[in-house]
């Protein structure tokens, strides 16, 4: 691995490293030696010229993505290391079954590995980038993926148009396989289209979620907002549900969900999808439904967004409130990072008072196990969820 830098910081300013902590921001940083472009490992150094890790630098505002804390030089086995250690935890943690074959093997900072992602749709990885580091890296990650995973992989995409800064291509890294591609959670069916999809083609994220609101269905009548191609649909028809509604903007998503509803044999007058926006549907919908999912995009992406944000999530959590059946459950989520969950808890309390309903929380709701948070770097945890209960 050759080292093309040295960020030395400035007195005082290296106690989150220490901590372990994988992110250096410009302002920590004293001198630079060497001439290092974006994507280039650097050594990390204290004030008195200690070293403390190795990483991926870039330009901006996190000038260093630490992927080794150790004063050793890291070898050409660093991925290979980092992606068996990340396929061991979820073999551990049970993520993988025969009934569910599709999981996220690398979440980023959580697998120590910042700006990297990696999902698996049984046997096609889907890989992304969101830093110069893992763009410059990728070859070398897609030929340890393939030999971490010991010939289960047939096909390494590459999917990091729009991830970065800088203009790349999507692109098959190993093998190549058709699309759409049929992937298995808790013995649902699902079809997962890597290469026009949103994300890697598929929300792993809500697999937990989603079988508790299959847990919870059972008779209920439900509006699934923001649907996608209908994954909490699914869920809810499996469980028993009376009615399922999908709802989504997006004409693709929609045809989608019903291509998915078919593939799982369900009657096709239990369900009924809607091209439309959440917000105008729900406007004539009161006392229609018992169960409400409403799992929205991102409102906000960054910072300066998140005062509007939270005005999107207030409204839509209390047009809900409002319509929903007494007795009725909502489920709520928010998958923007830059809102934590006490903001979202304090937003949703908000929206209740707004719609004068009496609500208890059942459950909070986060990411799983296949999308772990470093215990020294809280802001990998970006799922919340509630399960309210309307009185």
């Given at each position: 691995m050759e080292i093309r830098g040295v960020i030395s910081l400035k007195q005082g300013r290296d106690h989150s490293?220490?901590?372990?902590?994988?992110?250096?921001?410009?302002?920590?940083?004293q001198s630079t030696e060497g001439t290092p472009h974006d994507g280039d490992w650097v050594e990390v150094r204290d004030a008195s010229k200690k070293t403390l890790a190795f990483g991926h630098y870039q330009k901006g505002t996190i000038t260093v993505r630490a992927i080794t804390f150790s004063a050793n030089k890291p070898t050409d086995r660093v991925f290979h290391e980092k992606l068996s250690k990340a396929f061991q935890q979820r073999m551990a943690t049970q993520v993988i079954s025969d009934q569910t074959n599709s999981?996220?093997?690398?979440?980023?900072?959580?697998?120590?590995?910042?700006?990297?992602?990696?999902?698996?749709?049984?046997?096609?990885?889907?890989?992304?980038?969101?830093?110069?580091?893992?763009?410059?890296?990728r070859a070398m990650i897609a030929n340890a993926l393939v030999e971490v995973m010991d010939g289960?992989?047939?096909?390494?995409?590459?999917?990091s148009q729009g991830t970065l800064p800088t203009k790349t291509e999507n692109e098959y890294l190993f093998?190549?396989?058709?699309?759409?591609?049929?992937?298995?959670?808790?013995?649902?069916?699902?079809?997962?289209?890597?290469?026009?999809?949103?994300?890697?083609?598929?929300?792993?994220?809500?697999?937990e979620n989603r079988k508790l609101v299959g847990e919870l269905a059972k008779g209920k009548k439900v509006l699934n907002t923001f649907c996608y191609t209908g994954g909490f649909s699914i869920y809810a028809l499996a469980g028993g549900a009376e009615l399922v509604h999908s709802v989504d903007?997006?004409?693709?998503?929609?045809?989608?969900?019903?291509?998915?509803?078919?593939?799982?044999?369900?009657?096709?007058?239990?369900?009924?999808?809607f091209d439309s926006d959440t917000f105008d549907f729900l406007k004539d919908k009161k006392d229609v439904y018992d169960f409400i999912i409403l799992d929205p995009p991102a409102f906000a992406?960054?910072?300066?967004?998140?005062?509007?944000?939270?005005?999107?999530?207030?409204?839509?959590?209390?047009?809900?409130?409002?319509?929903?059946?007494?007795?009725?459950?909502?489920?709520?989520?928010?998958?923007s990072q830059v809102v934590d969950r006490q903001l979202f808890y304090d937003t949703v309390v908000?929206?209740?008072?707004?719609?004068?309903?009496?609500?208890?929380?059942?459950?909070?709701?986060s990411q799983p196990a296949d999308h772990p948070v470093s215990i020294f770097h809280p802001e990998?945890?970006?799922?919340?969820?509630?399960?309210?209960?309307?009185?």
């Open positions: 490293i220490r901590r372990y902590h994988p992110w250096i921001f410009s302002g920590a940083i999981y996220r093997l690398v979440h980023g900072e959580g697998d120590g590995l910042p700006g990297l992602i990696i999902d698996i749709y049984q046997s096609v990885a889907v890989m992304q980038a969101h830093s110069a580091g893992m763009h410059a890296d289960s992989i047939t096909a390494v995409y590459y999917k093998g190549m396989a058709a699309t759409p591609h049929v992937a298995l959670e808790h013995g649902n069916k699902f079809l997962v289209d890597w290469e026009e999809g949103q994300k890697t083609g598929f929300f792993l994220d809500q697999r903007s997006s004409e693709r998503a929609v045809q989608m969900t019903r291509k998915n509803i078919e593939l799982n044999g369900f009657d096709a007058q239990q369900h009924e999808s992406k960054h910072k300066d967004a998140k005062h509007q944000a939270m005005k999107g999530y207030q409204r839509l959590n209390a047009e809900a409130m409002k319509m929903i059946q007494p007795g009725g459950i909502i489920f709520t989520f928010s998958c908000s929206a209740a008072i707004q719609a004068g309903k009496t609500i208890k929380v059942l459950h909070h709701l990998g945890e970006y799922l919340k969820g509630l399960v309210l209960f309307v009185e």
